[in-house]
């Protein structure tokens, strides 16, 4: 395997194609990890980008227009593209069809769809004999009651294709159920999907109880090469599903941790996944490792930064490095490493965040940010997308960096104010 020093491009360097929604926060962390591996990095975009510069050019792209494809394909006839990444589930099936057309490594684009859409998934989990909850689609523009009825409880309803748990909301009964769809209704009229199935239907899983793990991880020719196997330390048992620790390497014993590795390869499998980064999210229970999701595209946000301490790489330049046919090597360090995931503890304006110093001096924190600023409005899950920011641990042992980020955010103190509806009345 190769390394690269860190450098700006030469003339002649690998060059890259980055498909990435406006608003994708994955973009910049790219950016950083194409200027550490000296290669050029295009940008193609729904916005208009103020990345040009000497590293790094943007092209405004319309990723759902019929066209998108064929501008991609005339921009790399122009210059060359030594691989195409995706930043965020919006962007694989586009970006897998550019690269099938150039003939760089890339997922079918059917296989992408069903990564990208959990009902698709379901059904080809189910079809390959896979561990996964019993589900049922509802259909929003039909009535419920019937669709309910069928429902067994505990269950899980969700949108078919967001992302970071939004709109992911658990019911006990009917009536929770209908009430999570119409929350989950509203969530998708403001989102606004164009695909009319992913605006009108929502999924519902039989809820699956035990320990959650994510696993890290990058395909090659179909074979599955994993990163890190981070645990969940808190119990994720609703009614939403926010994410908070992430703690590596996994405590698991070593027999669900193969159990978690071999899983997750047959998800791929099932999907037809065959090149690039993998995300999946299961549950360990009842002997096995349920799929919860398994998605072409690397973790979110700033989580990310936590595979330097599980490989010894960033995970974006190991993504970059790979799609062009240069994979580096990754070495977990000894000890142990977690993320805190700072959650949003009630809507309302964001006043202040005292405690950040005390907790920054908590031994084994190595770094924490805030990145909410003052004045912006906190919207909770199941509606948020953001986090308040993050905290990061590295320590001797995995139990020694969960305990330094849960005595890190015990010094925390998120001052909201309230938000009052001046229209109201």
Known sequence: MTDFADAAPQVGAARILLVAPANSYRTFAYLDAARRLGVELLVASEGEHSLVNQMVGGMQVDLHAPDAVDLLVAEARRRPFHGVVATDDASVELTSRVARVLGLPHNPPEAARISRRKDLARSRLAEA????????RLDLTL???????????????KPLALSASRGVIRADNAAELASACARIQRILEREAPRDAEERNTVLVEAFIGGPEVALEGLLHDGELRVLALFDKPDPMEGPFFEETYYISPSRLPESQQRAVRRRVAEACAAYGLREGPVHAELRISAGDAWIMEVASRTIGGECARLLRFGTGQGLEKLVLAQAMG??????????????LMIPIPRAGILRRVEGVLAARRVPHIQDLEISLREGYELVPLPEGSRYLGFVFSQAPTPEAAEQALRAAHERLNVVVAPLFNLSAG
């Open 129 to 136: 004999g896979l561990p996964i909850p019993r589900h049922w």
């Open 143 to 157: 009535p419920l009651g019937p669709q309910i009825a069928q429902v067994a409880f505990p269950c899980v309803a």
């Open 326 to 339: 240069r994979p580096l090597a990754a070495e977990a360090p000894p000890g142990g490493a977690g993320v």
